[in-house]
Structure formats: structure tokens, C-alpha cells
């Protein structure tokens, strides 16, 4: 395989993760909406205060979206993926 071929198919790799990763966080959120609308109605109307008034509300959306976003979860949809990408067959250019 060439340099520019490999090159390619890190890109498309990179671009993929990517993808991926945007796509966890938006389930993230889905899944901790509750904890995220907690947070933001402490927030509402607060500037500096934040820091130390909502930071219960901060600590529990925090460990909520980490349950969801980390690199267990990432390796699971990588894994799925190539799965799906392995049933569809290889690309050809």
C-alpha cells in the first residue's frame, strides 16, 4: 500500500471517529436531559455565582455524560461500525 493510499484511509478513519464521537455526544445529551435542564435552570440568570451554586447540578450532568461518552463506549461504536461496514463489503474506488 502507498504513502498517499495510507494517508487516504487514516483521513477517512479520522473523519470517521469524528463522526462517531459527535454522534455520542448527542446521545449523551438525549440520555442526561434531565440532569442538563437542572443545570440550566440554575444557570438562568447567574454569571460568576455559577461556579458555586450550581455545581451540584454541574457535578451530577458531569457524571451522567461521562456514562455515556468515554473510551468504552467510543471502542463499542467503532466496533459496530466496522461490523456494519464489513457486512456492506469493502469500498472500491
Not at 487514516?10 to 449523551?28: D, T
Not at 458531569?62 to 461490523?83: G, I, P, S, W
Request: net charge positive; glycine share 4%.
Amino acid at each position: 500500500m502507498g504513502y498517499i493510499q495510507e494517508a487516504r484511509e487514516n483521513h477517512v478513519k479520522k473523519k470517521v471517529e469524528e463522526a462517531l464521537r459527535s454522534k455520542m455526544k448527542q446521545k449523551a445529551l438525549k440520555q442526561c436531559e434531565e440532569y442538563a435542564s437542572k443545570y440550566a435552570q440554575c444557570a438562568s440568570g447567574r454569571t460568576l455565582s455559577v461556579v458555586w451554586q450550581c455545581r451540584k447540578q454541574a457535578k451530577e450532568l458531569n457524571e451522567c455524560l461521562h456514562q455515556f461518552t468515554n473510551d468504552a463506549v467510543l471502542e463499542e461504536m467503532k466496533r459496530e461500525y466496522t461490523l456494519q461496514q464489513d457486512v456492506k463489503g469493502p469500498l472500491r474506488a
